[in-house]
C-alpha cells in the first residue's frame, strides 16, 4: 500500500478467537513512485517534481538508502574513490595553478571534483555552479538533494527543504543553465547539470543502481532484522495461553508489562498471548520453531549479488569472498579494477570533466592535457620478479645499501648468489596496498 508522507500505517483488524483479549499483528509494505511528469504543461508549481508528484523526494530516498545498506554504501564509496583518482595531470602551469583554488572557499578542485563525482553515483545528477566575478571564474559543488529544474527547464531551483517549499520559497536560490547567467552582489552565476541518461526521462537521471532499489532496502532489513533478533532475550516467537478470569483491561496491561520486560526493539521476536476466560488449567508456553536462519543467509547473498550487479561493479572489489575460496587475492584484484576501470570509471569520469573542461576553456584556460591521474586499489610490485629487471647496485638501493664497485654486470656465480640473497630481502618486506581515505 501506498502511504503519504507522515501518515501513520494501521494495524490491520482481526476478528479474535473466542476467549482471545489480546494480540498484536502488524504488516506494512511502502512502494515508492519515482517516474517522471509526463505532461509539465499540467503542473501547478514552479518546479518539475522528482519522484511523485506529491512528494518530490526521490532524490533524499536515495540518499538515506545510501546511509541504510552496508554493501550499496561500499561500493558507492570505491566508485567515487576509483574515478577521482591520486589528483590530476596537467601540463599547462596556468590550468595547475588554477586547480589549487577554484572558489572563494579555497577549495582545491579535487574536493568539487569529488563531490560531483558522489553526486552523480549516488543521484545519477550532479550539479556544479559558476561564478564570473572580477578577475576569474569560481567553481562549486551543489548537492543533488537540494535541486529540482525549473518547470520551464530553462532554471535550476535550490532549496534546503523541499518538504516546506511552498511556505518557504522565498528561500529558494534560482541559476540559469550554463551559458545563461543571473546577476548578483558576488558576480554573474549559473549552473549546469550533468547526468546519466535514462529512456523516458528528460529533466533528470537515474543512477544506474536504480534495478536493485528493492535489494537495497532488504540489505539493510536483514541487518535490522539481525539486530532486533539479537535484542529480544525471549524467545524468538512464543505463544502463551494464560488461562483464567480476567478482564480486557486486565490482559492489556499484563502484554502491555510482559513486552516491556522480556522483548526488544522491531517485532521478530513477537509474542501472541492468548487469554482463555474460565478456564483453570495451568499456563503454558509455545516455543514456535525458527528455522529462517539458513534462508537469511542465503537471501543475504542474493541480495548482496543485485546490488553488486546492478552497480556493474566485481565482487572482488566489494570485499565478498567469491564462493568456495578463502579470499580475493591480488590477481584478481588488478583484474577486477581493469575491468571497472574499462566499464565504469573512465567513462563517468569523461562525462563529468567534459563540461568542466569546455567552461574552464571558456575562460582561457588550457585543458588539452587535463586529465585524471588514476591508481590502482594495490600495488603490482608482487607480480614482478626484481632479480630479472634490477642489477645489484639498483637492488642494493631499494634496501636502502650503498653501491659496490664492480656489480654493474651479472655475469659471474658470485654476483648471482648475491642478487638472490638481495632479492629475497626484497620479497621480505611487505609491499603494503595503497589506501584511499573516503570521507563519511
Known amino acids: 500500500m501506498n502511504l503519504q508522507k507522515n501518515q501513520m500505517p494501521r494495524k490491520k483488524a482481526i476478528n479474535k478467537p473466542k476467549g482471545v483479549v489480546a494480540f498484536d499483528v502488524l504488516n506494512l509494505v511502502t512502494q515508492r513512485d519515482y517516474l517522471e511528469e509526463k505532461d509539465i504543461s499540467k503542473l ?14 526521490f532524490p533524499q530516498h536515495l540518499a538515506d538508502l545510501r546511509r541504510k545498506s552496508s554493501t550499496h554504501r561500499a561500493i558507492l564509496a570505491q566508485k567515487t574513490v576509483f574515478t577521482t583518482g591520486a589528483g590530476f595531470l596537467c601540463e599547462d602551469k596556468k590550468t ?11 577549495e582545491h578542485f579535487m574536493v568539487v571534483w569529488k563531490n560531483l563525482v558522489d553526486d552523480y553515483y549516488t543521484f545519477g545528477n550532479a550539479y556544479l555552479e559558476i561564478v564570473h566575478y572580477q578577475g576569474g571564474v569560481a567553481l562549486y559543488h551543489i548537492d543533488a538533494t537540494k535541486v529540482r529544474i525549473s518547470k520551464d527547464k530553462e532554471n535550476i531551483i535550490i532549496h534546503n527543504e523541499w518538504d516546506k517549499y511552498i511556505q518557504r520559497k522565498e528561500e529558494a536560490k534560482v541559476l540559469p543553465f550554463y551559458p545563461n547567467f543571473i546577476n548578483t552582489e558576488g558576480g554573474k552565476r549559473s549552473a549546469i547539470q550533468i547526468k546519466d541518461y535514462e529512456p523516458e526521462f528528460t529533466f533528470y537521471g537515474l543512477p544506474d543502481y536504480v534495478a536493485s532499489l528493492e535489494s537495497i532496502s532488504v540489505d539493510y532489513e536483514i541487518g535490522r532484522w539481525n539486530n532486533t533478533k539479537f535484542k529480544n532475550h525471549f524467545q524468538p516467537s512464543s505463544i502463551v495461553e494464560i488461562n483464567g478470569d480476567m478482564s480486557d483491561e486486565e490482559a492489556e496491561n499484563l502484554v502491555q508489562e510482559a513486552r ?5 526493539e522491531g517485532n521478530n521476536g513477537k509474542i501472541l498471548f492468548l487469554v482463555k476466560n474460565g478456564d483453570s ?5 509455545t516455543n514456535i520453531q525458527d528455522n529462517s536462519d539458513g534462508n537469511f543467509m542465503e537471501l543475504q547473498s542474493v541480495t548482496n549479488q543485485n546490488i553488486i550487479t546492478a552497480h556493474r561493479w566485481q565482487p572482488a ?5 567469491s564462493a568456495g575460496k578463502l579470499n580475493n587475492t591480488g590477481s584478481e584484484i588488478r583484474i577486477a579494477y581493469e575491468m571497472v576501470m574499462s566499464t565504469v570509471v573512465k567513462g563517468v569520469a569523461e562525462t563529468i570533466m567534459n563540461p568542466i573542461k569546455k567552461i574552464l576553456q571558456d575562460n582561457n584556460y588550457n585543458c588539452d592535457t587535463l586529465e585524471v591521474k588514476y591508481k590502482p586499489p594495490i600495488s603490482f610490485m608482487s607480480d614482478i620478479d626484481i632479480t630479472t629487471v634490477l642489477e645489484i647496485n639498483e637492488l642494493r638501493e631499494v634496501l636502502g645499501y650503498e653501491p659496490k664497485d ?3 654486470k651479472l655475469s659471474n656465480q658470485k654476483e648471482e648468489e648475491d642478487k638472490e640473497e638481495i632479492a629475497e630481502e626484497v620479497v621480505e618486506q611487505e609491499v603494503e596496498p595503497i589506501e584511499d581515505e573516503q570521507d563519511e
Open 260 to 264: 516491556t520486560k522480556f522483548t526488544g
Open 44 to 57: 501547478t508549481y514552479d518546479y518539475i517534481p522528482f519522484g511523485h508528484k506529491s512528494s518530490n523526494d
Open 281 to 285: 488449567s495451568p499456563a503454558t508456553v
Open 406 to 408: 664492480n656489480y654493474d
Open 96 to 106: 595547475s595553478d588554477y586547480l589549487e583554488s577554484v572558489n572563494a572557499n579555497d
Open 317 to 321: 572489489l566489494s570485499g565478498i569472498v
